[in-house]
C-alpha cells in the first residue's frame, strides 16, 4: 500500500466520522435551528467524500443544491413556522425505542449486503466527458421533474410565509 492510499483512506475516515457526527448531532439536538445547521455539516461532509472519490461535478451539486438551497430553504422554513421553538417540548417521544430497534435492524442488513456484497473494480478509463451529456439531459429529458421539483418548493416556501403571517 503506498503513502498515496494511505493518505486517501486517513482523510476518508476523517470526514467520514465528520459527517457521521454532524449527521447524529442533526438528529439528536434539542434546538431545531442547531439540528438544521448540523445537517449543513453533513451535507459538506458528503461534498467532501465526492471530492475524494473525484466526481468533482456531484460535490459542486452537492454543495449547491444541498447546502446552498434545500439547506436554507429548511432554515427559512422553521424561522418562519411558529410553535417549534417551543422550550417546555421534549425531543424525544414514546416511538423512540422502536425507531432505534428498526434502525439497528436497517443499519445491520446494510452492513452484511455491503460485506457480502460483489464489488467489481473497473479498470477501463472513462474516454468521454459525461458533464455535457449530464447537462444536455438536464435541460432536454428531465426538465419536467426539475420544473416540478422547484414548484413544490415554491409552494412550501409560499405556505410557510402565509403561516408565519397569520
Same mark, same amino acid.
Given at each position: 500500500?503506498?503513502?498515496?492510499?494511505? &493518505?486517501?483512506?486517513?482523510?476518508?475516515? !476523517?470526514?467520514? #466520522? /465528520?459527517?457521521?457526527?454532524?449527521? %447524529?448531532? $442533526?438528529?439528536? @439536538?434539542?434546538?431545531?435551528?442547531?439540528?438544521?445547521?448540523?445537517?449543513?455539516?453533513?451535507?459538506?461532509?458528503?461534498?467532501?467524500?465526492?471530492?475524494?472519490?473525484?466526481?468533482?461535478? &456531484?460535490?459542486?451539486?452537492?454543495?449547491? !443544491?444541498?447546502? #446552498? /438551497?434545500?439547506?436554507?430553504?429548511? %432554515?427559512? $422554513?422553521?424561522? @418562519?413556522?411558529?410553535?417549534?421553538?417551543?422550550?417546555?417540548?421534549?425531543?424525544?417521544?414514546?416511538?423512540?425505542?422502536?425507531?432505534?430497534?428498526?434502525?439497528?435492524?436497517?443499519?445491520?442488513?446494510?452492513?452484511?449486503?455491503?460485506?457480502?456484497?460483489?464489488?467489481?473494480?473497473?479498470?477501463?478509463?472513462?474516454?468521454?466527458?459525461?458533464?455535457?451529456?449530464?447537462?444536455?439531459?438536464?435541460?432536454?429529458?428531465?426538465?419536467?421533474?426539475?420544473?416540478?421539483?422547484?414548484?413544490?418548493?415554491?409552494?412550501?416556501?409560499?405556505?410557510?410565509?402565509?403561516?408565519?403571517?397569520?
Amino acid at each position: 500500500m503506498s503513502l498515496t492510499d494511505v &493518505l486517501f483512506y486517513i482523510v476518508f475516515f !476523517i470526514l467520514a #466520522g /465528520a459527517t457521521l457526527t454532524a449527521a %447524529l448531532l $442533526a438528529v439528536t @439536538l434539542r434546538n431545531v435551528v442547531h439540528s438544521a445547521l448540523a445537517l449543513v455539516g453533513s451535507f459538506f461532509g458528503v461534498a467532501g467524500i465526492y471530492l475524494l472519490l473525484e466526481a468533482e461535478f &456531484l460535490a459542486v451539486v452537492q454543495v449547491l !443544491i444541498y447546502v #446552498g /438551497a434545500i439547506s436554507v430553504l429548511i %432554515l427559512f $422554513a422553521i424561522m @418562519l413556522t411558529r410553535g417549534l421553538m417551543k422550550p417546555g417540548e421534549s425531543a424525544v417521544n414514546g416511538q423512540w425505542a422502536a425507531a432505534a430497534i428498526i434502525a439497528m435492524f436497517l443499519f445491520m442488513g446494510m452492513l452484511l449486503t455491503a460485506a457480502r456484497g460483489p464489488w467489481p473494480i473497473n479498470t477501463t478509463a472513462i474516454t468521454t466527458d459525461m458533464i455535457p451529456a449530464l447537462g444536455t439531459a438536464l435541460v432536454t429529458t428531465y426538465v419536467l421533474p426539475f420544473e416540478i421539483v422547484s414548484v413544490l418548493l415554491l409552494a412550501a416556501l409560499v405556505g410557510a410565509l402565509m403561516i408565519a403571517r397569520e
